[in-house]
């Protein structure tokens, strides 16, 4: 079973959405609009697992701290929202001691005070292995939150940065693309801007590969895409594959109306331009005319 299968398998079984609840399983965020209110709250839950997300060996506590926090900051950038606080569970194995510990919190408060996101609370277990799970909420004007259900035929398809970058950081452990890897930065800023200043359709962020991505924002918007190689943004050193595939760049994939003016830049990152969204199958994603096969990370199928 894929990923996207057991999706559907959860869904078919989980009771309708309740009062308030705007958008449930599927998209970056859930969505709650609390009754009056200018604000939707939007949530969203991550886990960190030793020896799936990271190792003891390679990944000091800081890392894996910053990490936890910054999986679900993405998804809050993702829809366009602003992070408002966060609730931090943590199963620790018998090896992580108290100086682990307190570097896993150095790492993840230096990123939450950097973003605004208050820590307001969580759990403490023990565990065979190390797992933490990283639950965020974050706030956006009523109905404007940035969903991937939005594109249409027609669209513009836009990545923020170079891709790439993390997977390579991953592999040669050393300079630029490690800190990529190591400390991603959440698109907040440029999140807001999608949102208010270029109108996106859709958006997500890019966690687990842009041929995998970009194939949920196609699939969740019935329709088909057409992506070129040659513009797609590969980070230095990194491989077109690595780019295609390679998860946890943590940047924004997101659609625009045909006609809309894009700067270069945003804050010093790139916008590039990669493809259109069309009428073809659903899901179905062509590069440079062929089918891209969606091969980012997914934990499901290997199995
Ligand atoms: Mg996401």
């Not at 829809?79 to 943590?90: D, E, N």
Request: hydrophobic share 40%; aromatic share 6%.
């Amino acid at each position: 079973m894929s990923e996207l299968d057991l999706l559907r398998l959860i869904r078919s079984r989980v009771p309708p959405l309740g009062p308030g609840i705007v958008l449930g399983i599927g998209d970056d965020c859930a969505i709650f609009r609390p009754r009056g209110s200018r604000e939707d709250l939007v949530f969203t839950t991550d886990m960190v697992l030793e020896d799936v997300h990271f190792r003891r060996q390679t990944h000091p506590g800081e890392i894996v701290g910053w990490r936890a926090l910054a999986r679900g900051l993405s998804d809050i950038a993702a829809m366009g929202a602003q992070p408002r606080f966060c609730l931090v569970s943590l199963a620790l194995a018998p090896w992580a001691d108290d100086a682990w510990v307190d570097a896993f919190y150095r790492g993840l408060t230096r990123l939450a005070r950097m973003t605004g996101t208050t820590v307001a609370g969580g759990d403490l277990a023990r565990a065979e292995k190390l797992a933490c799970d990283v639950a965020v909420c974050g706030s956006v004007p009523r109905g404007k939150a940035l969903r991937r259900d939005g594109a249409r035929p027609g669209d513009a398809i836009y990545v923020s940065g170079r891709l790439g970058g993390a997977a390579l950081g991953l592999e040669t452990r050393s300079g630029a693309a490690w800190n990529k890897h190591a400390t991603p930065e959440p698109r907040l800023s440029l999140g807001v801007f999608v949102r208010e200043r270029l109108r996106a359709t859709a958006a997500l962020d890019l966690s687990d590969g842009l041929s995998l991505d970009l194939h949920r924002l196609c699939l969740a918007s019935g329709a088909g895409a057409e992506i070129a190689g040659r513009d797609m943004p590969v980070f230095a050193g990194a491989t077109i594959e690595q780019a295609l595939h390679g998860g946890e760049d943590y940047e924004l994939l997101f659609t625009l109306r045909p006609r809309a003016k894009v700067p270069e830049l945003y804050e010093g990152l790139r916008l590039t331009r990669i493809g259109v969204i069309t009428e073809g199958t659903p899901g179905l994603v062509l590069l440079d005319g062929r089918p891209l096969e969606a091969g980012g990370y997914d934990h499901f199928r290997s199995r």
